[in-house]
């Protein structure tokens, strides 16, 4: 019997998670941005991706802020835990705590560092897979792990039966396209990673995307799928370009604080990022605010 993963659609933030001066989980900062994200609309969340910064947490405070988040969303919408280990071991760890958190699937990143071939990729994910109940997405994003999931990898990956989809942040549209073309038969749902990519991913047959804009200004983000799921391409193609300077605003700051100082900005107050990174410049701060100001994002438009 096939899993239900009719779920895995539409608009998913991965959500920042806001600190204190310790570097702590800030309670409140979390369950505010969770609110700003199901008030614009999105059909799902991720806790503990990349730019909810999992890399810089220490193993209770990425249980604090799962736990927080399933809490919070309180079965709106799904949540989703993102897991970015390098040992299988810990990755199976991470995939039985969230099941133990009530999590309804996991987002599965290749291992950093390492520099793996296709067969010890495959055999990495096939064992996280096994070792839970919970219906699991990959994660492609070479260019910060530095190893990528190939359309051949993704083929022999997607016959297992709890891998039902994948997050593309490649940034390569072929990529996501054969990723469609080859899994279209199957219970597999392909997911756009990149945020200028969303509606050209969608039109090739993608489900939905995991955009960190979204954390920003989730209601524009939600604009381009809906109107695509409408037909109106002219309208989802409007939505797109709109978002597109926020997106590539992000190269103001190191990966990934940009967005937290956009949110910063905009008045829902989520703290600094984790060192080593730092906050934008003063001077890129105000290029990016000057940008949120021409969407038409403001400090009273997040005051609900």
Same mark, same amino acid.
């Given at each position: ?12 933030? %991965? ?19 969770? #609110? ?70 996991? +987002? ?11 067969? #010890? ?12 109940? $919970? ?8 260019? @910060? ?27 390569? $549209? ?11 038969? @199957? ?18 047959? *993608? ?6 804009? *979204? ?29 597109? %300077? ?51 994002? +403001?400090? +009273?438009?997040?005051?609900?």
């Amino acid at each position: 019997m096939e899993l239900d993963t009719s779920f895995v659609r539409g608009v998913i933030p %991965p959500i920042v998670t806001p600190v204190d001066a310790e570097d702590q989980v800030d309670e409140e900062g979390l369950r505010r941005v969770i #609110e700003h994200t199901i008030t614009g609309g999105v059909h799902g969340i991720l806790a503990l991706g990349s730019n909810g910064e999992f890399f810089a947490l220490e193993p209770d405070q990425q249980e604090r802020a799962l736990g927080v988040t399933v809490d919070q969303v309180q079965g709106r919408v799904p949540v989703y835990m993102g897991i970015g280990a390098i040992t299988t071991r810990e990755c199976v760890r991470l995939a039985r705590l969230a099941e133990t958190l009530r999590a309804q699937a996991i +987002t599965m990143l290749p291992p950093m560092f390492l520099s793996l071939s296709e067969e #010890e990729l495959y055999r990495h994910f096939r064992k996280v897979a096994e070792s839970t109940f $919970l219906p699991v997405l990959l994660y492609n994003n070479p260019d @910060k792990v530095g190893n990528n999931i190939s359309a051949r990898l993704l083929e022999r990956l997607a016959d297992i039966p709890n891998i039902v989809g994948v997050k593309d942040s490649s940034g390569d $549209l072929t990529l996501t396209a054969e990723y469609i073309r080859l899994t279209r038969h @199957k219970n597999f749902r392909v997911m756009a990673g990149r945020d200028t990519m969303i509606l050209g991913s969608l039109a090739y047959g *993608a489900v939905g995307c995991v955009a960190s804009t *979204a954390n920003i200004v989730p209601a524009l983000v939600v604009e381009i799928y809906d109107k695509f799921m409408a037909g109106d391409l002219a309208g989802a193609l409007e939505a797109q370009f709109k978002l597109a %300077p926020l997106r590539m605003a992000f190269n103001l700051g190191s990966f990934p604080v940009v967005t937290k100082d956009a949110m910063n900005l905009i008045g829902l107050e989520v703290g600094g990022p984790i060192a080593p990174t730092m906050s934008c410049t003063e001077l890129n701060k105000a290029k990016l605010n000057e940008i949120l100001k021409q969407m038409g994002q +403001t400090e +009273t438009a997040v005051q609900n």
